[in-house]
């Protein structure tokens, strides 16, 4: 089996400005004041600060198809801000390799959302009832916002595959998309090839129902 390359565009990210957000943007800091409760007592008052945004849950996607008998998956490149902005070592790359992925618009069911996000971001159009749940949803940051990611999978086929639409953004304007083997993406995660999380797990999830039936 011949290697698949796991090669990053080549993208680098430049602080033009900053400011503090406001209540109008993307993103939302609620700072709320709070009791623990447990046996009868009650804790003292503590500030917390909780992450907040209009659209918060996410649905995560894979979509595979088979080759010669061998399960292959299909990954794309993301630039993701926030890593290029970290202040402290390590310095790591701000793009990823992911699934395809997005976020729940207010009133979406997730299944819908994950239909919207692989036609958006991968080019493949498909019912929204051929997207099957792939376990139960995850947390991914509970410390801080209180976000939920729905992980669904769906077999496709890549003759039917068209150029994504995207969503217009410059974060998606350079993404690069791949197929591979699913047990070489499992070994990119092992290699450190592949670091985001959310990934990692629904691929991991996707082997094991494929494995066990």
């Given at each position: 089996?011949?290697?698949?390359?796991?090669?990053?565009?080549a993208v680098e990210l430049s602080?033009?400005?900053?400011?503090?957000?406001?209540?109008?943007?993307?993103?939302?800091?609620?700072?709320?004041?709070?009791?623990?409760?447990?046996?009868?007592?009650?804790?003292?008052?503590?500030?917390?600060?909780?992450?907040?945004?209009?659209?918060?849950?996410?649905?995560?996607?894979?979509?595979?198809?088979?080759?010669?008998?061998?399960?292959?998956?299909?990954?794309?490149?993301?630039?993701?801000?926030?890593?290029?902005?970290?202040?402290?070592?390590?310095?790591?790359?701000?793009?990823?390799?992911?699934?395809?992925?997005?976020?729940?618009?207010?009133?979406?069911?997730?299944?819908?959302?994950?239909?919207?996000?692989?036609?958006?971001?991968?080019?493949?159009?498909?019912?929204?009832?051929?997207?099957?749940?792939?376990?139960?949803?995850?947390?991914?940051?509970?410390?801080?916002?209180?976000?939920?990611?729905?992980?669904?999978?769906?077999?496709?086929?890549?003759?039917?595959?068209?150029?994504p639409t995207g969503d217009g953004?410059?974060?998606?304007?350079?993404?690069?998309?791949?197929?591979?083997?699913?047990?070489r993406a499992l070994e990119a995660?092992?290699?450190?090839?592949?670091?985001?999380?959310?990934?990692?797990?629904?691929?991991?999830?996707?082997?094991?129902?494929?494995?066990?039936?």
């Amino acid at each position: 089996m011949t290697p698949v390359a796991l090669e990053l565009p080549a993208v680098e990210l430049s602080v033009v400005r900053e400011e503090l957000a406001n209540a109008d943007g993307f993103l939302r800091v609620r700072r709320v004041e709070l009791v623990a409760k447990h046996e009868g007592e009650t804790s003292s008052r503590f500030t917390y600060e909780v992450l907040d945004r209009t659209a918060l849950d996410a649905s995560i996607i894979v979509a595979h198809h088979e080759v010669d008998g061998v399960e292959h998956v299909w990954l794309l490149s993301s630039i993701r801000p926030p890593l290029a902005l970290r202040p402290i070592e390590p310095r790591v790359s701000a793009v990823l390799w992911e699934l395809p992925a997005g976020l729940v618009e207010p009133g979406e069911p997730p299944r819908e959302g994950a239909r919207r996000e692989l036609e958006e971001e991968l080019g493949f159009a498909v019912r929204t009832e051929e997207l099957e749940p792939l376990g139960g949803y995850t947390i991914p940051a509970p410390g801080f916002v209180g976000e939920l990611h729905h992980i669904f999978h769906v077999r496709v086929d890549p003759r039917t595959r068209r150029e994504p639409t995207g969503d217009g953004s410059v974060l998606e304007s350079y993404a690069r998309i791949v197929s591979m083997p699913l047990a070489r993406a499992l070994e990119a995660c092992r290699l450190g090839e592949i670091r985001d999380a959310k990934t990692e797990l629904a691929l991991r999830r996707l082997a094991d129902l494929l494995h066990h039936g």
